[in-house]
């Protein structure tokens, strides 16, 4: 199992394809050439820990191999960065934290991961410089779905609707100064819903990664729970931390890192032109690489403490700084 001395060490690489280009293993390195056979990356695998391919590649087998060897993913992604398999090396076979995790029931797990966002969403609020009376409005009414949430008693359903009514006050309230039409998952209506995403779905990657290192059945979740082919982990551990996409979307929307001329409007929908990727998972990688040891601590603590049977207040909580 990875440590934290390990894994500082580690790298989180991100490749755009084009047509031709292959990926091959070579001397302990992971190397992709262009249709004319030059090098074009190199990465050695001694520190590589996870390796996003977008677009169209040949593999080799002995890629495969090497994944599975040094104990890194492969992460392929389509030209729209939208996840459609991962790959090489998982930590298997941790028996005892997998039955742990089929036995737990309860909602106060739940319940801690979604306070955890609700504070950090509340915490974005409270870190703007001229607070209007609508900021205010916002942020006393997420102090109380923090109230709510800690003190409910009722169904998961019931818990999953505080965290949309929590969702929409603080969207509507943070994004309040570009034009925005409320936050609408993989819609992709606008240009900031459809950056939203590819920051949430690195994001998400990045997690599972994590996750997969510490040998957790990542469909089993706490907060989201079952449903077919759904990472419901995943999707749990990732709440806490999207406030740091939210708040990267923004700064680069004032920067004018991100437009609405980055992207195709095809039949609605805002996707980003091919050209535009890399500059994209440039500024998006940008919170996460910075907190990037924080994160994996973040997920050692949570795997501690789940097979310790810890209680929920015991869990780790991240803190947007």
Same mark, same amino acid.
Not at 6 to 22: A, D, P, R, Y
Not at 150 to 174: D, H, I, M, N, V
């Given at each position: ?21 292959k990926i091959a293993f070579s ?83 739940? %319940?801690? $991961?979604?306070?955890?966002? !609700? =504070?950090?969403? /509340?915490? #974005? ?5 001229? *607070? &209007? ?97 759904? %990472?419901? $982990?995943?999707?749990?551990? !990732? =709440?806490?931390? /999207?406030? #740091? ?5 923004? *700064? &680069? ?60 207040e015991e869990f780790p909580v991240?803190?947007?700084?």
């Amino acid at each position: 199992m990875i440590s934290k001395p390990e894994f500082e060490s580690k790298q989180i690489v991100f490749v755009l394809l084009n047509e031709g280009e292959k990926i091959a293993f070579s001397n302990d390195n992971i190397i992709v050439k262009d249709k004319d056979g030059k090098i074009r990356h190199q990465s050695t695998c001694y520190r590589l820990f996870m390796l996003c391919l977008i677009g169209n590649i040949s593999i080799t087998n002995a890629v495969f191999k090497a994944a599975r060897k040094f104990c890194f993913l492969i992460v392929l992604m389509s030209s729209s960065m939208k996840t459609y398999e991962m790959l090489g090396g998982r930590m298997e076979g941790n028996v005892i934290l997998r039955r742990k995790q089929y036995a737990y029931s309860g909602l106060e797990l739940a %319940k801690h $991961l979604l306070k955890n966002k !609700v =504070e950090n969403s /509340r915490q #974005l609020l409270m870190a703007e410089r001229n *607070k &209007s009376e609508d900021v205010k409005l916002s942020i006393a009414r997420l102090d109380e779905f923090v109230t709510r949430i800690r003190s409910y008693t009722g169904e998961l359903s019931g818990l999953l609707g505080l965290e949309g009514l929590s969702a929409r006050e603080y969207f509507k309230c943070y994004y309040r100064d570009i034009e925005w039409k409320g936050r609408k998952p993989r819609i992709k209506c606008d240009f900031i819903n459809s950056t939203l995403d590819i920051g949430y779905t690195i994001l998400f990657n990045y997690i599972d990664a994590l996750l997969n290192a510490f040998g957790f059945d990542t469909y089993c979740g706490v907060l989201h729970r079952e449903f077919y082919m759904r %990472k419901s $982990l995943v999707c749990d551990l !990732v =709440e806490p931390f /999207r406030s #740091l996409i939210d708040m990267q979307v923004r *700064k &680069s929307v004032n920067l004018k890192q991100c437009q609405p001329e980055d992207f195709t409007n095809r039949n609605g929908a805002f996707l980003l032109k091919w050209e535009n990727n890399g500059k994209y998972i440039g500024f998006l990688m940008q919170p996460i690489l910075q907190k990037k040891v924080e994160i994996f601590m973040y997920v050692q603590s949570y795997y501690r403490a789940f097979m310790k049977g810890k209680k929920a207040e015991e869990f780790p909580v991240f803190v947007v700084r």
